[in-house]
């Protein structure tokens, strides 16, 4: 008798859009039923994804399917007794919150430098899989009358319409979510898939908003100023954020996260401004993605935000997001004239995508089968369709039926895009790990991608002034993750209390002053912050507790690995004291260097800082803004530089490297850069020769004749004289020495010369130059003889030292 009582009134009083009825039962059966199907969901979807994850499956996946379980276990049906349409209706407000927030966060995480350099492939890719797609919904639209429709349709160039765009769509969010749940973002192809993605969400809700559109003309013709009045509304938010943020930073500035009502100001703004297109009846996708975009990216906002909103939207809002693509399923009315039809949506989708995505690859250069696996990825439908299905059927354009098989063509597009994204984070490891990450055999049109690790902020003003120079135009700079290795609460009492013993060794005994009382992630946000602004490259901090050697090692490593960093900057665990020498601060500090030379997968970088320098310049402010009036010549010109840095070369590839490293310096116009060259006095003639060098280059030419090491340094330092000496942007230098005496004479007299010395870290030069330097070889281990003799000077005037190791393939062993 209630029953029906209920299922009476709900006929009088139906559900509103947010998906919330009036009725105080029935809003509370319908908040208990969320609640029991969203921890229904996390335990289910945990269960499964321990399983996927092992076939590398994204965890969307794996809600996806948990959701098909809770939808099948009738828990809806149990706790609410008002019949709705479907389950959209009952989480609608949810999908759209989930929506809105999210999309705001993927543009805020957006790396626009590293989008700049494939919008042309992004463009084009997009371009051609939405032209097939609706060149191919448009012709099957006439064939798929008698398939979709089971009663007269009024206007069929309105069914045509409707399945264009219903073909055409991706769901930016799951492609945005699968990509962020496998690390392909940090990829040029995971750059491109995110990209085009969104593009062609965008392209289909403007054709949405076209339909909507037609529809207010037929209704009320005063309306379509509805549509002007959300684009110039979004328009403002986003023009107005940037101002408004910084103004909020500038308030804030010095601290971790913002006041409490500044942050709850800004979600409170990001959600209403991304609401109201959605009031209007149109998506508010493209208005909070915009806004993200446009959010300052530095600064304690930034970090205020991210911090309030990813957990939850991470934690509860996605996955119940997906799951509730699982739940629309209805069993229970599953026949042939609708699975039948879905199979087909599916089919089609993937079709056009496919021919799109093969006229694109042969226009951007990539390999066809990647291309088609993008293309799957890119037929991801999720909760896209919703909008467009809602409208389809309220206008007749379709029954009840079709709405069923677009939900299961939605869900096989989405369960499909799991294995293709699996295929393609395996190639792109592979790509990885068996590419030579080195700086000599990357390309000056190819991104740099840099990881930097530093333990504190004292450290970390060098390594990132180090980034600046490296960085020739910040504007196409990929984002440089910065590794912050900081001690916890219990290792810093273990340090104080190992400090207080009168027993312990002098490098034990020095206690970190500058962060003694203070936040170490708040001090080393404020000098990743100082950089970000002044410098204008994207600095991306990850913070992780250290704990031990071994375990640092792998965490420096795998964060290499994710970023796909084909250069690894970290301190050295040497330490310029107040009077000049060079310490051991911590001996963790030494066998995590030694670790990360060991298993790192790419080149890597030992700085050996020396902040104190008496004279020039040292890495401590960006160039941007160094107020001194020191005046440097460039050793080939009399301009101003303001950094004179120099690099020796013995030979071998970390040597190369080396030089690798000093000629994009030597791109900065703040640069001045002399290479020297150690060559012996028996083999100068030999070495120096133009018959050698044109037999090393002819060699060097010819793919099928096998290369020494010495034809490989010989051709390596002729086109360095070429493309620098030659033109003046750097001075090139050969030192002749016969004895050990004259190759440390040589190091030593850098002593104030240069604010930065270059060197190799050693162990694969040639044996003839390091004869009789057994002794820094020996004390060196890790750094090498040459590396050892300038890091261990403790001379005040000698600068700072950069240890470069060449990245070294490890092939597979064959079976």
Known sequence: MARDFLAYYSCKHPVDTLGWTPIPGIALDTLFLVVIQALAVIVISSLIHSFLRRYDQPTAISQILAGMVVGGLGIRNAIVHVNVDNVEDMYNGYISATRILYMFLVGLEMDMAALRSTTRRCVAFTYATVAASLFLAAIVSSGMYGTMMHSPVRTPEMLAATLMVAITNTSSIAVARIASDLKLTVTENGRLIVAAAIGTNIICIVGDGVLSSTRMAKEKSQNLSLGFLALAAAGLAVWLVRPAVTRVNQRNVGQHHVKNWDLAFMIASIWLVGNFPQKLGFDGLPTSFALGLAFPREGPA???????????????????????????????????????????????????????????????????????????????????????????????????????????????????????????????????????????????????RMLTCSHSAHSAPALLSLVELLVTVPETQPAVHVLHLFEGGQKRAAAAAAAASSTAPYHQQILDEYDAGRDAITDMNTVVDLYWRATGVAFRQIDVVSSSASRDVDAVCRYAADAHAALLLLPSYREQRYDGKMACRLEERRELNQGVLARAPCTVGLLVDRPYRSIGASFQVPCSVDTSTRTLLHPCSDRAVTHVIAAVFLGGPDDREAVSVASRLADNPNIGLTVFRFVKRSTYDTVTSSTSRAAAIAAGDDLEAPLNEGDVDERFMWRFYEMYASRELAMYVEKVVESPADVVETLDAMAGMFSLVIVGRGGRQPVELLAGLDRWAEAGREMGAVAEILASNASMEMGSVLIMQQHTVVMPARR
């Open 302 to 448: 930034a970090r205020s935000v991210t911090d309030a909103l990813v957990p939850p939207v991470n934690g509860l809002l996605l996955p119940f997001y997906f799951a509730t693509i699982g739940m629309r399923m209805n069993f229970n009315s599953m026949s042939g004239a609708i699975i039948v039809p879905g199979v087909l949506m599916t089919l089609l989708g993937l079709v056009g995508k496919a021919i799109g995505a093969a006229v694109a690859s042969a226009f951007i250069n990539i390999p066809l089968c990647d291309a088609l696996r993008f293309g799957v990825l890119l037929n991801v439908k999720g909760h896209v369709d919703t909008m467009n299905m809602k409208f389809a059927k309220s206008e007749g354009v379709w029954a009840e039926q079709a709405l069923y098989a677009m939900i299961i063509g939605n869900l096989a597009s989405t369960l499909v895009a799991g294995p293709a994204a699996a295929a393609v984070l395996r190639k792109e490891k592979e790509a990885y790990a068996r590419k030579h990450q080195a700086l000599e055999s990357l390309g000056e049109d190819k991104e740099l």
